[in-house]
């Protein structure tokens, strides 16, 4: 298995993108309306091809931003829920919202204790997060775990339960 990392692209590269993709295809574009595209998944280029895609087809504007953002949180909605679901541990959901602004282990081991009342195993919260850091879902920033996508940011809060069974 190989892994590829992407790297977010800096807020004049998704401009760049954006506007290149809009002139290959020929079609006209609203600085505006790209400024909020690119603000909104803040630079995580398979959101930005998808708004591009998306506005080329069905025609730019700032409705379709919020389209676009909506649909795509509806996407990480279902990866993550299916995520889960293979996993069998709702405490997934759980570091994720721990995660929502940053959180280090400690904060996010006490949040998790609190929401399920349970005691947390350490080696089981390495893991939980482990996983999630693994699979793109959360990457560490200095002490802290943080949601990596801003779109998922979005989608968890969406989110209240996984039905596990």
Same mark, same amino acid.
């Given at each position: 298995m190989e892994r590829v990392e992407l790297k977010r692209l800096t807020r004049e590269q998704s401009m760049d993108f954006l506007r290149r993709? $809009?002139?290959? %295809?020929g079609e006209g574009f609203d600085e505006r309306v790209l400024e909020l595209a690119v603000d909104r998944p803040d630079g995580v280029i398979g959101?930005?091809?998808? $708004?591009?895609?998306? %506005?080329?087809r069905d025609g730019?504007? +700032?409705?379709?931003?919020?389209? #676009? #953002?909506?649909? %795509?949180?509806?996407?990480?909605?279902?990866?993550?829920?299916?995520? #889960?679901?293979?996993?069998?541990?709702?405490?997934?959901?759980? #570091?994720?919202? %721990?995660a929502k602004g940053g959180a280090s282990w400690s904060e996010?081991?006490?949040?998790? +204790?609190?929401?399920?009342?349970?005691?947390?195993?350490?080696?089981?919260?390495?893991?939980?997060l482990k996983n999630l850091v693994d699979v793109g879902f959360l990457a560490k920033d200095g002490e802290k775990y943080v949601i990596a996508d801003p779109v998922l940011i979005r989608a968890i809060e969406r989110i209240e339960r996984i039905q596990i069974h």
């Open positions: 993709g $809009f002139t290959e %295809a959101w930005l091809s998808y $708004f591009g895609l998306t %506005a080329i730019l504007s +700032e409705r379709m931003v919020d389209y #676009v #953002v909506d649909e %795509a949180s509806r996407i990480m909605v279902n990866e993550f829920s299916d995520f #889960v679901r293979k996993r069998g541990s709702e405490r997934y959901l759980w #570091v994720m919202k %721990a996010v081991k006490s949040f998790l +204790e609190l929401r399920t009342g349970d005691k947390l195993y350490d080696s089981e919260l390495s893991k939980l």
